[in-house]
């Protein structure tokens, strides 16, 4: 399925689309949970429907036509180890941009987390040593100064302190899954998506389906129920909202796969960005307010966006430098959400 080629380019193209559109609405969706009053991560419920819905990999057929190779228990010890890697650094990932959107809004945070793929670029040169052309510095350079104007614009802010927060969060949120790609290209050049995608979602799901009969499950009254209840909100419409997450994680992060064995940098720098602009108009549509003005369009989050767009695609189309180590895996792609 995820293979460029004339006869599976409009299914290359579906899978962009609902990688687009499942990203954006997933975003949204979280956010809307967070302003019912029962997002908090302190009850350890919010990562659930996301990573549930990961497992729903488990009902697909391996869709790639690659199977684990015949290197016996040497292969077998590389592949479990690369996926508790890369489910260590997803938990993280998520937890940090989490606390990112309920920090900063998914307007700021969008504009920061629209970045990605240039920190991406960043930590594939700190673990494969793979160099940066100056063109790709440029545009990372670019970038940089849009997520600087964002903090900028947040010191202006009533709640500066909480965008502060949440634009650091979603830094190393980006920094943790950043990463994560890294390895997770390795790990698709050896183990089909559905299993890779599976497992990463019954290691989150584990952990974080203990913390919350733990922690949270304990606590649901004062910190779901009463929460809801401040917030004008119904224990249905909460319900309904994580149960229509789980099938929205699972369509955006198969795609999310897809995207990252299929796609060149040109295509994922362009569709990053796209996502970045549908979210913020979203954003600033559905939850502007006196008491969410971090979540208002103004000029400078604007600029800010225009700057990270920019710079994302003038390092998507820059020309690369020259390997001067073997490529990690054989995707040579730079940007991967």
């Known amino acids: 399925m995820y293979r460029t080629s004339d006869d599976s380019g409009a299914r290359q193209w579906t899978t962009r689309l609902v990688y687009l559109i499942g990203g954006a609405l997933y975003i949204i969706g979280a956010q809307e949970v967070y302003y019912t009053g029962a997002g908090s991560m302190k009850t350890f419920l919010p990562p659930l429907p996301y990573f549930t819905g990961m497992m ?6 391996p869709a790639d036509g690659r199977r684990p190779s015949s290197n016996g228990n040497q292969n077998t010890a590389r592949s479990s180890k690369l996926i508790m890697r890369i489910a260590a650094l997803e938990a993280i990932g998520y937890l940090m941009t989490y606390l990112g959107i309920a920090y900063a809004g998914s307007t700021i945070y969008t504009i920061v987390y629209g970045s990605m793929s240039l920190v991406v670029a960043f930590m594939r040169w700190v673990i494969t040593k793979k160099t940066v052309s100056r063109g790709q510095l440029c545009g990372m350079m670019v970038a940089v100064l849009g997520i600087a104007s964002t903090a900028l614009e947040g010191l202006n802010a009533a709640n500066s302190e909480s965008i502060e927060l ?11 899954y950043a990463t994560e790609y890294v390895f ?8 089909p998506t559905t299993t890779v995608l ?4 019954k290691y989150c ?17 004062a910190w779901i ?50 996502r970045s602009c549908l979210t913020f108009a979203l954003s600033s549509m559905l939850f502007c307010s006196p008491t969410t003005s971090n979540q208002c369009f103004t000029i ?4 800010a966006t225009v ?8 390092y998507s189309f820059a020309q690369p430098a020259k390997p001067t180590t073997p490529p990690l895996s054989p995707s040579s792609s730079s940007g991967l959400v």
């Open 225 to 274: 129920e009463d929460q809801v209840k401040a917030h004008h909100g119904r224990m249905e419409v909460v319900v309904l909202l994580y149960t229509l997450l789980i099938p929205c994680s699972f369509l955006k992060n198969y795609a999310w796969m897809g995207v990252i064995r299929g796609d060149g940098a040109v295509a994922t720098g362009l569709m990053q960005g796209f």
């Open 307 to 314: 700057l990270v767009v920019t710079g994302t695609l003038i």
């Open 205 to 221: 799901t584990m952990l974080f389906f203990t913390l919350f009969i733990t922690i949270g499950l304990p606590h649901h009254r």
């Open 198 to 201: 599976f497992s990463m979602g």
């Open 300 to 303: 400078g989050k604007g600029f």
């Open 166 to 176: 949440g634009v650091f969060f979603t830094l190393v949120g980006c920094f943790a």
């Open 56 to 61: 729903m990999a488990v009902l697909l057929p």
């Open 184 to 191: 997770l290209e390795e790990a698709l050049a050896i183990l």
